[in-house]
């Protein structure tokens, strides 16, 4: 359930800031900031889901949910098939990320 939260709050983080990019790069309209930003509450809402002890801790995870996330955003909206090294990297990331949600602490 946790990778479920994380991949939700990775795809509104890129999709309201690819909103933003739309706006300021692509020449679209700035009508496309209010989904944008709608997105990007959404995002920080589903973070607040996480049962993480610490928010360093989860913020830290999600990076890793995110990078993998931003790379199947660029297949699949961009368009732009990742290379081997795109997918080396994301898949190390992957595991940063579990190492860092799962790791055996103290009690």
Do not use: N, Q
């Amino acid at each position: 359930m946790i990778y479920v939260i994380y991949i939700g709050a990775a795809l509104a983080e890129i999709a309201g800031c690819f909103a933003f990019w739309a706006w300021l790069r692509l020449d679209r309209s700035a009508y496309w900031i209010i989904p944008g930003i709608a997105s990007l509450c959404l995002f920080a809402y589903l973070l607040t889901l996480i049962s993480a002890e610490h928010a360093g801790r989860t913020y830290a995870a999600y990076g890793g949910i995110y990078i993998a996330s931003a790379l199947v955003w660029l297949w699949t909206a961009e368009g732009i098939k990742p290379d081997r090294w795109d997918l080396i990297g994301g898949a190390v990331c992957l595991v940063g990320a579990s190492i860092i949600l799962w790791g055996p602490r103290p009690a």
